[in-house]
């Protein structure tokens, strides 16, 4: 079991910068934590992944450039850092964990079975 708590979201302005922080219980070794978002609407999407060794990561083509996921193994946490926020980028902001470990990137949400409660995250124009 993994517990995920997320934090950091709010209202800003497009152009602006926000870091969410998603706090895990336990993070096995090398697998998957990842950020996944969902507008009103919409169906979740995903966003970035990355393994808790840091050493693999992937985005989606729509935030790549923009936002930087990272870990810090000491706190057992995930960063997701946007910046040049845009009105498109509102959503509930979703931290995701897995305990699969291999080689291609899982950016499905079939493919977690751990999740935060989500992060409003609001982008005014």
């Known amino acids: 079991q993994v517990e995920l708590v997320e934090s950091g979201g709010g209202v800003v302005q497009a152009g602006d910068s926000l870091r969410l922080s998603c706090a895990a219980s336990r993070r096995p070794f090398n697998t998957y934590v990842a950020w996944f978002r969902q507008a009103p609407g919409k169906e979740r999407e995903f966003v970035a992944t990355?393994?808790?060794?840091?050493?693999?990561?992937d985005y989606a083509d729509s935030v790549k450039g923009r936002f930087s996921i990272s870990v810090d193994n000491a706190k057992s946490t995930v960063y997701l850092q946007m910046n040049s926020l845009r009105p498109e980028d509102t959503a509930v902001y979703y931290c995701?964990?897995?305990?699969?470990?291999?080689?291609?990137?899982?950016?499905?949400?079939?493919?977690?079975?751990?999740w935060g409660q989500g992060t409003q995250v609001t982008v005014s124009s």
């Open positions: 995701a964990a897995t305990t699969y470990s291999g080689s291609i990137y899982p950016k499905n949400n079939i493919n977690y079975g751990y």
């Open positions: 990355i393994t808790w060794s840091g050493g693999r990561r």
